[in-house]
């Protein structure tokens, strides 16, 4: 039986499809989670890229490039650092659309 992640994944590939995006995730207290819902998702094997685990707060400065202060100033779980991660993602990937 399908769940909802599933059908919200492969709306996003068709409707990412129409507009020839790709995805990459950049993921820490999720584990990949979110990258392995993305690699089951139809038209993943042209759209995700691939993702990023990055847990500690050095490996998102050295993988995701979140910059140190950011990290200093915020909590490592907040939506700057997210976006950050994302942005990182999706410049070390290539892709189109970052998914933090």
């Known amino acids: ?15 990412a499809a129409k ?9 820490s207290c999720s584990t990949g989670t979110l990258a ?4 089951k998702g139809e038209g993943a094997s042209k759209q995700f890229v691939g993702g990023i685990v990055a847990y500690t707060k050095e490996a998102k400065i050295n993988l995701l ?3 140190a202060d950011m990290l200093v100033e915020q ?3 907040c939506a700057p650092v997210a ?8 410049r070390r990937s290539g892709a189109s659309l970052g998914c933090p």
Do not use: N, W, Y
């Open 36 to 39: 392995t819902a993305f690699a």
């Open 1 to 15: 039986m399908r769940d909802q992640l599933e059908d919200l994944i492969d709306d996003f590939f068709r409707r």
């Open 19 to 27: 507009k020839k995006h790709t995805v990459c995730t950049a993921e």
């Open 75 to 77: 909590t490592a779980v």
């Open 83 to 90: 976006e950050s991660m994302a942005l990182g993602a999706v």
């Open 65 to 67: 490039d979140v910059p």
